[in-house]
Structure formats: structure tokens, C-alpha cells
């Protein structure tokens, strides 16, 4: 079988040292398309192996002024497994944080909204943070089949952390989030646990790069 369409563009091999220099070379092209050939950001589109690898692109892009729309399974940052591991981190760092509280202690297993709700009423009435909230209805009102899942939430904010990463490893750690999903042998299941690794990265890249004076709150407020 022979094609007779006409000769177009030779493909361009171009061998980055490292995933951030190939997500700029990729934006590079693109801006020169555009700016100099005079081509529509329409008139170009990205296909790449795994959904975890859009989130160099869109930052990237998004560094460039360059307007975009993600395909399939929707933007790196509108993912649950990005939205619930920056609630982890949000409500270490801000002790008060109800949204985050209320995200992350939703992702485990068995604890429904009316434990949440109370925990959280708990905290408002007694003008406690949620963690001490926590630890008081693990210890006086909990039915024993939310002790392990309240007491793992518990593990995860009682500890001290200098870097944001050290959270979401502890996270990791002291949780099923992770775990549960890695023994599932399914493309859904493994495309999350990659997000999740994906997401430990982006973290670990920000501190590596930031300033010494930047607060952990600053650093997720850049990231989310």
C-alpha cells in the first residue's frame, strides 16, 4: 500500500537532556510556528506516551502565554490524585484549613461525610484546629471501623515536616492511597499511581528550585 498524498515536513528528531528542556524546545516551536510562519496555536497539538507527562507541557505553555486544551483525561492539575495529595499537604501546612481538611480526609475508605462533619463541627465549636478535633474522636467517639483510617489521617498530620515532599512521602507512607492502587493491575489504576509519582516530582522540583525564604503555604499556593 502506497500512499499519494504530497511530501510534507521532514520529521525532526531532537534529543533533550532532560524532560524540562524537551517541554521547552516543544514551546519553542511552537511560538516560532507561530510568531514567524504566522500559524494558529490551533495548528499544533502534542501527543505524548502517558497522561503524567502533560504537566511539563501545560506549565510550560502556560509560562508562554500559549492557550491550550488537554485531551482524554483532562489537565495534570484538575486530576483527583493532584487535588487530593495538595489537600494533604494544604492542611499540614494551615492547621485550619476546612476544604483541605475535608479532601483529604474523604480520600480514605469507610469515613463517610457524617464523620467528617462531626469532627469538623467539633473544631468550629471548640475553636480547635481539625487535627486536635481528629484526635479527640479517634480517642472518644470513633466505631472501631474508622479507628485505622482516622488514626492513619492522624499519623500523617501529627508529624513535623520541613519540606512538602516529606508529606506527601509520609502520605505515601502512613496510607493506603498509594498502596491500594499500585497491587491493581489496570490501565485506570496505574495511569493514577503514575500522576501520584508524577506529583511527588513537580513537588520535590519546586524545593529544589525555590528560595530559601519561600514558606512551604507560598510553594503550594505557586503549584496549585
Not at 7 to 29: C, K, T
Not at 131 to 159: D, G, H, R
Request: proline share 2%; charged share 25%; aromatic share 12%.
Amino acid at each position: 500500500m502506497l500512499c499519494d498524498n504530497e511530501d510534507g515536513d521532514r520529521i525532526q528528531l531532537y534529543n533533550a537532556n532532560n524532560n524540562f528542556a524537551e517541554a521547552d524546545w516543544v514551546v519553542a516551536e511552537i511560538m516560532t510556528g507561530h510568531n514567524y510562519l504566522h500559524k494558529d496555536f490551533s495548528k499544533f497539538a502534542l501527543i505524548y506516551r502517558a497522561n503524567f507527562q502533560s504537566r511539563l507541557f501545560e506549565e510550560a505553555l502556560t509560562k508562554c502565554g500559549i492557550p491550550y486544551v488537554v485531551f482524554g483525561s483532562g489537565s495534570f492539575y484538575s486530576r483527583k490524585e493532584v487535588k487530593d495529595l495538595l489537600a494533604f499537604c494544604k492542611i499540614v501546612v494551615n492547621p485550619f484549613d476546612v476544604v483541605s481538611f475535608r479532601r483529604a480526609l474523604g480520600t480514605f475508605k469507610g469515613v463517610g461525610s457524617k464523620t467528617v462533619d462531626t469532627i469538623v463541627d467539633y473544631a468550629l465549636q471548640n475553636k480547635i484546629t481539625y487535627k486536635m478535633a481528629l484526635e479527640y474522636y479517634l480517642n472518644n467517639m470513633a466505631s472501631p471501623t474508622v479507628q485505622q483510617p482516622l488514626s492513619q489521617m492522624l499519623k500523617v498530620l501529627i508529624k513535623g515536616y520541613s519540606k512538602c515532599v516529606d508529606i506527601v512521602d509520609n502520605v505515601f507512607l502512613e496510607t493506603k492511597y498509594r498502596a491500594s492502587l499500585a497491587v491493581i493491575n489496570t490501565d485506570e489504576a496505574q495511569d493514577a499511581v503514575q500522576i501520584m509519582d508524577e506529583f511527588r516530582e513537580m513537588v520535590q522540583s519546586y524545593e529544589n528550585r525555590k528560595s530559601e525564604d519561600t514558606t512551604l503555604m507560598e510553594m503550594l499556593d505557586e503549584i496549585s
